[in-house]
């Protein structure tokens, strides 16, 4: 009997979505990786959890996501891009792409905190690249359709490798 490959063992991976019934699977994968999970399924938990003093290794972000009202006071900044000069910011991508302001935020932190992150979401052909959000690669959105939960922990691991 051979024991289980587990990568990602001794790490704390941060998983922000607000759709655990279709992230099921990427979880369990996570865990049998050896890989703590700290799951928030808003982004005000989000931005407690990265405020917080808790080690986290990694993290993947739902692209997807609705701003919530009021945006959480440490993403506001971040949040003022989408608006525009618009007097509503509820509108299309403004809208879907909330993940992406948690993805400025944790860019921002300017070595303070630095955690190396993805976006995984079912609408990652949304994906508007913007000045200010350094995801860990290139291509940083990837499809929850078309990954599987092996591609996941793989995508970390790779991730968590090139991390300085």
Excluded at 27 to 44: M, Q, W, Y
Excluded at 139 to 154: C, G, I, N
């Amino acid at each position: 009997m051979s024991t289980p490959r587990t990568p990602l063992a001794g790490k704390t991976i941060a998983f922000v979505d607000d759709r655990y019934d279709i992230n099921r699977y990427f979880f369990a994968a996570i865990r049998r990786a050896g890989a703590h999970l700290l799951h928030c399924n808003t982004l005000r938990q989000a931005c407690s959890l990265f405020e917080s003093r808790e080690p986290i290794d990694a993290a993947v972000l739902d692209l997807h996501m609705s701003l919530p009202d009021p945006v959480p006071e440490a993403l506001e900044t971040f949040a003022s891009i989408f608006r525009g000069n618009h007097s509503g910011y509820r509108l299309g991508v403004q809208e879907l792409n909330a993940g992406q302001v948690l993805g400025m935020y944790l860019s921002a932190q300017n070595g303070v905190r630095h955690i190396p992150f993805i976006y995984l979401s079912a609408v990652a052909d949304s994906f508007v690249a913007m000045e200010g959000a350094r995801p860990w690669q290139d291509r940083s959105a990837f499809d929850k359709y078309e990954t599987s939960p092996q591609d996941l922990v793989d995508l970390l691991e790779e991730m968590l490798r090139a991390a300085p």
